[in-house]
């Protein structure tokens, strides 16, 4: 069966540097776009960052461009997102999402940004 299994949350001071990651097991990795979302406390769930399947291709959030970079390792099956100048504003569960078949989320890893 499919598995996103999310890790690397926690808590930051502002300014601070977080990563995570997203181990995939199910399907074939390598075939598929994969993404990471986020839902703040008292907001709808909302696209962070996505990469395509070859890793060549992202598309960012306006409110992470520039903070936020994805990346994945086909060969681990990982997909990955380094959070730097991390933002009160960025407190959030962050989900791993794949678009296979109808769409696979993972169970989310919170990160809290506070001083």
């Known amino acids: 069966q499919v598995q996103l299994v999310e890790s690397g949350g926690g808590l930051v001071q502002p300014g601070g540097s977080l990563s995570l990651s997203c181990a995939a097991s199910?399907?074939?990795?390598?075939?598929?776009?994969m993404s990471w979302y986020r839902r703040a406390p008292g907001k709808e769930r909302e696209l962070v960052a996505r990469?395509?399947?070859?890793?060549?291709?992202?598309n960012y959030a306006d409110s992470v461009k520039g903070r936020f970079t994805i990346s994945r390792d086909n060969a681990k099956s990982s997909v990955y997102l380094q959070m730097n100048s991390l933002k009160p504003e960025d407190t959030a569960v962050y989900f791993c999402?794949?678009?296979?078949?109808?769409?696979?989320w993972g169970q989310g890893t919170q990160v809290t940004v506070s001083s």
């Open positions: 999402h794949t678009f296979y078949g109808l769409g696979y």
């Open positions: 199910g399907f074939t990795f390598r075939l598929y776009t």
């Open positions: 990469v395509r399947n070859t890793g060549v291709g992202t």
